[in-house]
């Protein structure tokens, strides 16, 4: 298909005698003949990176280029890197987008035949877009129908769905990781229609970065997965980078003021079927750190610590578990969280007056007479062990709650 296209730029770029772009409707470049002249820096980011600034995908949108049915200009804007200006028409089968042909405007006017045969072309470029969106959709539509066999927790249907996606060349065999992305929704309910649009993206956006056949996403109704093959040695790094962009991506499409999103991390498995494990840990990641904002919006599974365990434990029960001690102290703060956080900072490093003091930001003999406090408070003894990790459990199990810590 990429070869049909190819040879009609290549074809019509010779007939008129200038160079041709062929991007699809989000700007993602297709094919493109070879560029004799001068190239601006917008088009080498789109070979390179596969991608634009929002800046500039509002300017093109401003000059109403995806409203539009024939040729239009796009006029030179320097800081965008646009320092050419573009001659565009768009790529319409049966009045539905499926990309844009781009002229560059610096290698001469078109005359009214030339601009004839542009219209030929996009036509032509339209019905082989069209053959692909089809013959694309067919594939995505198999993808998800596997995607979610390998999700469950049948091992026989997980393994004919391994096996179906690597002979089909929908996905490569080898070490499999998963990741998962969520947003803030009512409990049992689905996500707001934007969000699951914006999940969408994101996971595209993703997923692009990725060599054909490394990746597989599928969208759920509270959740999104991509599913990640053929790791190489660098994949806690590469995961993490692919998370991030997911991140990044789905705040963007949200456009809130204050966007929320995470990004859970499964352990890397040794087998495609095997990838349910890495699903389930990704999705429990994506739960925590979205209570225990301490951990990031794009946390590994192995980060979470004692937060796995405690995850599997249901509310209810880790509700009881509390210490009563920290109870008092709650009471005690009132508004405040003194002594809770100087508790759980002395805790969390090992109680160490020295670190704590310095991470507090506050005098030795402060420390000293909070830490006695405590102890009378919560009625506790901080040289006992016991103590220490029973106050410690039940610190994370009140983030983990999303209980403040001060009621």
Not at 214 to 225: S, W
Request: charged share 25%.
């Amino acid at each position: 298909m990429i070869a049909d296209l190819q040879q009609l730029v290549d074809s019509v770029g010779d007939r008129l005698g200038r160079s041709v772009a062929l991007d699809d409707s989000n700007l993602h470049i297709l094919v493109t003949t070879t560029h004799p002249g001068e190239v601006d820096p917008a088009r080498v980011e789109s070979l390179v990176r596969r991608a634009f600034p929002k800046a500039f995908l509002q300017y093109v949108a401003s000059f109403g280029a995806w409203e539009s049915r024939d040729i239009f200009t796009l006029p030179a804007r320097p800081e965008l890197g646009l320092a050419i200006a573009r001659i565009g028409i768009p790529v319409r089968y049966e009045n539905v987008l499926q990309g844009f042909l781009w002229l560059l405007e610096s290698e001469g006017p078109l005359s009214e035949a030339h601009a004839d045969l542009l219209r030929e072309t996009a036509e032509d470029a339209a019905l082989v877009l069209h053959r692909r969106f089809l013959l694309g959709e067919l594939d995505r539509r198999r993808e998800r129908e596997l995607a979610r066999d390998l999700l469950t927790t049948d091992p026989q249907l997980r393994s004919e769905a391994a096996a179906s996606l690597v002979d089909e060349d929908l996905l490569a065999a080898g070490p499999v990781a998963v990741l998962a992305v969520t947003m803030p929704h009512p409990a049992a309910e689905p996500l707001a229609d934007k969000d699951r649009l914006a999940i969408a993206v994101g996971l595209d956006r993703a997923r692009r970065r990725l060599p054909a056949g490394h990746a597989i996403q599928l969208e759920r109704p509270d959740h999104g997965v991509l599913i990640v093959s053929h790791l190489g040695p660098r994949s806690e790094a590469g995961l993490t980078d692919l998370g991030t962009i997911l991140r990044d991506t789905v705040d963007r499409e949200t456009g809130r003021a204050r966007p929320e999103c995470w990004v859970g991390i499964g352990d890397k498995r040794k087998a495609l079927a095997d990838c349910h494990a890495s699903y389930v840990e990704a999705r429990r990641a994506t739960d925590v750190a979205s209570v225990v904002r301490v951990l990031g919006s794009v946390v590994h599974h192995r980060q979470l610590g004692v937060y796995s365990l405690l995850a599997r434990v249901t509310p209810e029960d880790l509700r009881l578990s509390l210490h009563p001690g920290l109870h008092k102290l709650r009471d005690h703060d009132s508004g405040n969280d003194a002594l809770t956080s100087t508790l759980e900072t002395f805790l969390d490093n090992a109680g160490s007056a020295k670190r704590t003091a310095e991470l507090l930001c506050i005098q030795r003999a402060s420390l000293y007479y909070r830490l006695r406090r405590i102890q009378e408070i919560a009625d506790v003894d901080l040289d006992n062990g016991e103590d220490r990790l029973a106050l410690h459990q039940s610190l994370k199990i009140a983030r983990l709650l999303g209980l403040s810590a001060a009621r």
